[in-house]
Nanobody, 125 residues
């Protein structure tokens, strides 16, 4: 069981990035997934989450209207499209999956069992 996050990088404020999270194992197609982020010295915080088919999503207030989470079941991949990026979005972003076959949207870190390795997003001002 592995989650592989990618797509981070350096971008100017106002720019866009798309993060990807490829999940191994078909069971993830039926599992709720989310994105979290951590800045130095801070706790990891919720960013976005989606249910198994992406029809139900949830966002942190700080990213609502700018970020979009989506899923491609055929590719077993979750995406985070980040637009209108701000310097305060700079963080290591982690994708996460709930226990296998547990669906639904949750902002609670403890609800997630599987974690990717993180990908760094740096937004310059």
């Amino acid at each position: 069981v592995q989650l592989q996050a990618s797509g981070g990088g350096l971008v100017q404020a106002g720019g866009s990035l798309r993060l990807s999270c490829a999940a191994s194992g078909r069971a993830f197609a039926n599992t709720g997934m989310g994105w979290f982020r951590r800045t130095p010295g801070q706790e990891r915080e919720f960013v976005a989450a989606a249910n198994w088919n992406g029809d139900n999503t949830g966002y942190a207030y700080s990213v609502k209207g700018r970020f979009t989470i989506s899923r491609d079941s055929a590719k077993n991949t979750v995406y985070l499209q980040m637009n209108s990026l701000k310097p305060e979005d700079t963080a290591v972003y982690y994708c996460a999956a709930r226990p296998l076959y547990i669906d639904g949207v949750s902002p609670a870190e403890v609800q997630y069992q599987y974690w990717g390795q993180g990908t760094l997003v740096t937004v310059s001002s």
